[in-house]
């Protein structure tokens, strides 16, 4: 099945500029804003935002990472051995604004977990969503405060997304994955 390529590297990068000045402005500066990255690629998202937000705010913030997979409800207990990974946030999260970053909003069901992950770590004045990509079909009422690029999409597509620290370059391509998901 053939990807076609929905957004080059160029495009990702100018999508996170717009997604870091939005952040800024929209909290009317950097005070008490947490980014917190969902394992896997929102972790390296979250922090190519941070340092956009260093680069013309010159303020440094804060960046953690977070795991789901305790509060995933699409995967069994096996699976779930083979996909913890580290949450490290490293202050305390009660009354920060907190920005929860991931690559693509689909059902709504990720971010759902990653909610219920963050309030037990503590209490957030609010929980804002950043996501590079919003991909439509919602089986929970969530939606993103944050869009890089709105992809509607079939159930029988996919959106793959490659990020250079992982996938050693940066683009975002549909795929016909031939089954309805």
């Known amino acids: 099945m053939a990807d076609k390529i929905l957004l080059s590297a160029e495009e990702m990068s100018r ?10 402005e929209k909290n009317k500066g950097t005070e ?18 941070a340092l956009m937000v260093k680069g013309f705010e010159n303020v440094s913030v804060t960046v953690g990472t977070l795991d789901i997979g305790l509060y995933r409800d699409d995967i069994s207990s096996g699976e779930l051995k083979l996909a913890i990974r580290e949450t490290k946030i490293p202050i305390d999260i009660t009354g920060k604004k907190i920005i929860l970053v991931d690559d693509v909003l689909y059902t709504g069901r990720s971010i759902r977990a ?23 079909h919602r089986e929970l009422p969530i939606r993103a405060d944050y869009v890089g690029k709105n992809i509607p999409t ?28």
């Not at 999508?15 to 800024?24: D, F």
């Not at 008490?32 to 935002?49: D, F, N, Q, S």
């Not at 992950?117 to 919003?134: H, K, M, S, T, Y």
Request: charged share 30%; proline share 3%; glycine share 8%.
């Open 15 to 24: 999508a996170l500029a717009r997604i870091a000045h939005e952040i800024v």
């Open 32 to 49: 008490g804003i947490i980014l917190v990255g969902m394992h896997t690629r929102g972790v390296p998202l979250a922090k190519r935002l």
């Open 114 to 136: 990653a909610m219920d992950a963050l309030v037990d770590l503590g209490r957030p004045e609010f929980i804002q969503l950043a996501v590079l990509v919003d991909r439509g």
């Open 154 to 181: 079939s159930r029988t597509e996919d959106i793959k997304v490659d990020i250079v620290e992982i996938d050693g370059k940066d683009e975002v391509s549909i795929i016909k994955s031939g089954k309805a998901r």
